[in-house]
């Protein structure tokens, strides 16, 4: 089961940091994800990291802004969100996958934290 927490409103500019705590299950050895889903969108990939922390990848509109961290020993996964924008309002989920960074099959999903960025 993983666990997503850190969501809240924030304004444009400020900083928030998701929390994904993995239990019931190890998932060190898994690539671990971030997704979000904005209102009336498609869920969309926003970064991975493989089980070292040596492979990581970002897209493009949060590359420099956000960053994707893991602490094995808490079977815990982070996303670090600073200058945030109105446009990155949506639930983050995490999930936890196999496979690389660029091609993940990701197996196991959170419930979600909604962030919401106001103007």
């Known amino acids: 089961q993983l666990q997503a927490s850190g969501g809240g409103l924030v304004q444009a500019g400020g900083s928030l940091g998701l929390s994904c705590a993995a239990s019931?299950?190890?998932?060190?050895?898994?690539?671990m994800g971030w997704f979000r889903q904005a209102s009336g969108k498609d869920r969309e990939f926003v970064a991975a990291?493989?089980?070292?922390?040596?492979?990581?990848r970002i897209v493009g509109s949060v590359k420099g802004r956000f960053t994707i961290s893991r602490d094995n020993t808490k079977n815990t996964v982070y996303l670090q969100m600073n200058s945030l924008k109105p446009e990155d309002t949506a639930v983050y989920y995490c999930?936890?996958?196999?496979?690389?960074?660029?091609?993940?099959?990701?197996?196991?999903w959170g419930q979600g934290t909604l962030v919401t960025v106001s103007n």
């Open positions: 990291i493989n089980w070292s922390g040596e492979s990581i």
């Open positions: 019931g299950r190890a998932v060190s050895s898994y690539i």
């Open positions: 999930a936890a996958g196999l496979n690389s960074v660029y091609g993940g099959s990701y197996r196991y």
